[in-house]
């Protein structure tokens, strides 16, 4: 039967295929598609897994003492049983041979449906028999070994290689943002999972890879099974489990139609973005890894405003890139980018991005409570600061490559910009002093606490240009967890308080002389084009994918009807409808759904 999920829609589009289940609640495996090669050895370790496991049960039992309750021989018997069966190994040898499984996995995804079985059956006694199904399960994968990294099918293989023609989509419980570098270049058409909110940084990569994604789709990895047919709808934030065929055909339209849009689109990619009055506006791109580069030129994105450079330093472990390692890779994003300039932001560890791979929800029940509001970004850096002059001199070698920007994230006082400029000044003399060549760069301090946008003067003092992170900025401002699911409906960009304090930073930099941008999820949203060209803001960055939407919006403006429209939007109650009624008016434009065009 049919059933329907609702979620967030986080990144647009929609994805058909085969659900591939990952990070099982109820044990956690590595998750590798294993080499085709490979697969009768990875069906030779479950069964080597199987003889240890019923060795280690005749020992248990064997030294069972004479006193032991009769209940526990009995419960081993059970136990070996169960290990016996065929409907355990028999099928999760099977899953490796037809999907190409690892053995951890295989087994966790015959778990879920042995599990399911029992969970269906009407004995009290049998049902229980699960919680020993999945101690036997548990203990085959101790005895497999753990630890494997999560791998996915690259990009340059098809869903063929892995048992099937039908694309993959990916469903779990929750995925790390370092996890979701692996799916850049997965085969996975779409993702959906049970936690996160939409500018989550699992969401945020979602939306660079322009892969449908729905969030916080709440039962979603427990009500899915393995190879179910689902239909992800990345629009209206809807998962289709088992469609009946209408639905199924009206989405295959939609899909192609989707397509048409896109490769219409495309012909923007060279069209430089002036609105209807001649001015000149610059689309920048956000980037995650220097190898993101070739989409940004190939958007027609005239540089990058956006480097988020902690991409580099997450799953390793705790062992940091050095200088070096950072120097190439930063060079490497400035070389591929021909000229066009490079703002690169120094690291923004913590809260949902730790440095090791770890689940956001597992992040929330860290000992820190409130990790959005503890040691993050440039706190960080200043409280590590043979780090962070690494990783300044790193940037600074780079800009003898090409125009580079330094960029610092959730600065929050005039203390902390002076510790920052400090460092800086410290970085460029043990470079002079080592004789190591660097480059001129221009500094720019990340609006995305309520503090900065109300103290914007000294920023704009001290720093070249100010960006504004949006997605920080309408957490701090409305005191919304940006990753999580439950508060999702009040984090609103539309909210008065963050339109005023987006206003007075773009109008007080302007009259400055300063450089100003939006660097957040708002930039790459069409709904706020026209208001964020009315407030004067001339430079937007966002992921590649969405820069020929923006750009429509912009070919389509003009700022001098806009403009004189933003005080009554900003003196509102409701902006977003008022901006509907204006703006269409004014421009002559459609509406498009948030996140979502
Ligand atoms: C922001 O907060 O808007 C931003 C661009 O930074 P990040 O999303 O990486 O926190
Ligand atoms: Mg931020």
């Known amino acids: 039967m049919s059933i329907q999920i609702f979620g967030l829609p986080v990144s647009r589009g ?62 081993l018997d059970v136990h070996h049983m169960l290990l016996q069966d065929e409907a355990l190994i028999g099928a999760a040898a099977d899953w490796v041979r037809q999907r190409h499984y690892n053995a951890e996995w295989a087994l966790s995804a015959q778990l879920e449906v042995l599990a399911r079985q029992f969970d269906e059956m009407e004995d009290a006694y049998l049902r229980e028999r699960k919680a020993d199904l999945e101690q036997v399960v548990e203990r085959l994968i101790r005895s497999l070994g753990r630890g494997a990294p999560l791998t996915l099918p690259e990009t340059d293989r098809d869903s063929r290689d892995f ?42 990569v979602a939306r660079s890879m322009d892969i449908p994604a ?77 190898e ?38 930063y060079r490497r994003a400035v070389e591929a980018m021909k000229g066009l300039p490079v703002t690169i932001r120094t690291v923004d560890i913590g809260a949902d991005k730790p440095l090791d791979a770890m689940s956001s929800s597992e992040l929330r029940h860290e000992s820190v409570l409130n990790p959005a509001l503890g040691l993050r970004a440039i706190r960080w850096s200043l409280s590590e600061p043979s780090m962070f002059r690494r990783q300044l001199r790193a940037l600074l070698r780079a800009a003898a490559h090409g125009p580079v920007k330094i960029m610092i994230p959730m600065l929050s006082s005039v203390r902390e910009i ?51 992170g949006t997605n920080d900025l309408i957490q701090y401002t409305l005191a919304i967890d940006r990753t999580d699911e439950a508060v999702a409906h009040l984090y609103d960009p539309w909210n008065p308080a963050v339109l005023q304090l987006l206003y007075s930073t773009i109008s007080q930099a302007r009259a400055a002389g300063k450089g100003v941008s939006v660097c957040g999820e708002m930039a790459g949203d069409p709904a706020f084009t026209e208001l964020l060209l009315a407030m004067g803001l001339r430079t937007f960055s966002m992921h590649p994918t969405q820069v020929a939407s923006i750009k429509q919006r912009v070919l389509r403006a003009d700022t001098r009807r806009l403009a004189p429209l933003v005080p009554q939007v900003l003196g509102s109650e409701d902006p977003e409808a008022t901006c509907l009624e204006q703006f269409a008016a004014a421009t002559g434009a459609t509406h498009l759904p948030r996140f979502a065009a």
């Open 14 to 75: 929609v994805a058909i295929g085969r659900a591939v289940l990952v990070a099982s609640s109820r044990v956690d495996v590595p998750h590798v598609f294993i080499d085709p090669t490979l697969i009768e050895e990875e069906v030779a370790r479950l069964y080597a897994a199987r003889d240890v496991v019923g060795a280690e049960f005749d020992a248990l039992k064997r030294d069972l003492p004479a006193d032991a309750p009769a209940e526990l021989a009995a419960l």
């Open 163 to 204: 048992g099937g023609d039908e694309p993959l989509v990916l469903v779990a419980s929750d995925i790390a943002p370092a996890d979701m570098l692996n799916f850049k270049r997965s085969v996975f058409k779409g993702f959906v999972t049970d936690v996160g909110g939409k500018t989550s940084h699992t969401a945020i």
């Open 214 to 290: 729905v969030v916080g789709a709440r039962q979603a990895s427990s009500l899915i099974r393995s190879d179910d047919c689902i239909i992800i709808d990345g629009d209206a934030g809807l998962v289709i489990v088992d469609p009946s065929p209408i639905v199924l055909e009206e989405y295959r339209f939609r899909q192609r139609q989707s397509e048409l849009e896109r490769g219409r689109l495309a012909r923007l990619r060279h069209t430089p973005a002036v609105t209807l009055d001649g001015e000149r506006v610059e689309l920048l791109s956000n980037i995650e890894m220097p």
């Open 292 to 329: 993101d580069a070739d989409a940004v030129l190939e958007a027609g994105s005239v540089g990058v405003g956006l480097f988020r450079s902690e991409f580099l330093f997450m799953n390793r472990g705790g062992n940091l890139p050095d200088e070096e390692e950072q120097y190439d890779a």
């Open 418 to 468: 002076k510790q920052t400029l400090d460092n800086v000044a410290h970085a460029k003399r043990q470079l002079a002093e080592a004789g190591k060549p660097f480059g001129e760069v221009e500094l720019g301090a990340m609006i995305e606490v309520p503090a900065a946008a109300l103290t914007l003067p000294v920023f704009l003092k001290h720093f070249d240009f100010v960006s504004l």
